[in-house]
């Protein structure tokens, strides 16, 4: 382990001075455009985002993959045996669920990281971080727009109760199977849309003890947070605009400080659930 992070670092270190020489190169091509009037100015501001893009490139190849790969799951698997840790899946079947179910309507692209498979108090789940992003345009620049980033977590929990969505959103939008309800409880109903496949069986399983109990969880976390009970699956998302394992001082401590952090997140979500 010593000698990965040793490896890494010098990776680190040879990419600031790429970035420090290629930015100056950059810098004064750039300012050499911009000296040549506005003909050149699409140039000048093409070549910045190219620099960007570039440097990004760099940085995941050289440091960033690396330390997920070698270093992330190596300490998870060193703490935990049967923590399965992937830095990067598709996860199509949480995408398309996510789609199907329109819990982040606007998104188009979707990034999965930091994938962990384990079990907890004898559950298991998979956690995942997630960016989803959509892109607009006017014609000249395009824009890329964030739409979530954060968690998401998938428990695998048969239930015999009624499927539901609960997302924390403005404006309502209900998947097709799904009816928008209204419960008896003012706050509640300010900050979450409900949605449910059974307006009578709904109220079941949200009583008043557990609707006072999520909303105390989400003053807790002050995270925008969705809840879906679908078949033998529960999931949780969470907007904290957080990402996992990415403090590289002190790896074997700072890894597991995360993935503590994430499961008493997780555990306080089930407490509450009844899971």
């Known amino acids: 382990m010593v000698w990965v992070m040793e490896r890494i670092q010098k990776n680190k270190k040879m990419f600031n001075k790429i970035l420090i020489i290629s930015g100056s190169i950059s810098f004064v091509i750039f300012l050499l455009a911009l000296s040549g009037g506005e003909m050149y100015l699409p140039f000048a501001f093409l070549l910045v985002a190219l620099y960007a893009v570039s440097m990004i490139i760099c940085y995941n190849q050289m440091v960033k993959k690396p330390f997920k790969m070698e270093v992330v799951g190596n300490v998870l698997k060193g703490y935990k045996s049967t923590i399965e840790y992937t830095y990067r899946d598709k996860m199509d079947d949480v995408k398309d669920m996510i789609r199907e179910l329109k819990l982040i309507p606007s998104a188009s692209t979707f990034n999965f990281t ?46 015999k109760d009624v499927a539901y969505i609960l997302k924390e959103e403005k404006w309502k939008r209900a998947p097709s199977g799904y009816s928008f309800i209204e419960l008896e409880v003012i706050d509640f109903n300010s900050k979450f849309n409900l949605y449910t496949t059974d307006e009578h069986e709904i109220f079941k ?71």
């Open 114 to 159: 930091d994938i962990i498979r384990d079990d907890v108090n004898g559950i298991g789940y998979r956690s995942m971080d997630l960016h989803a992003t959509h892109t607009t345009s006017n014609g000249k620049t395009t824009t890329t727009v964030t739409d979530f980033k954060g968690k998401v977590f998938e428990v695998n929990f048969s239930s």
């Open 205 to 275: 399983v949200f009583t008043p003890s557990k609707i006072k109990e999520l909303i105390k969880l989400e003053k807790k976390y002050d995270n925008i947070m969705m809840i879906v009970q679908n078949k033998d699956k529960l999931y949780i998302l969470l907007y904290d605009r957080e990402d996992m394992f990415e403090d590289m001082n002190n790896p074997e401590i700072t890894i597991i400080e995360d993935y503590k952090k994430q499961i008493n997140i997780l555990n306080d979500y089930l407490n509450v659930l009844n899971i």
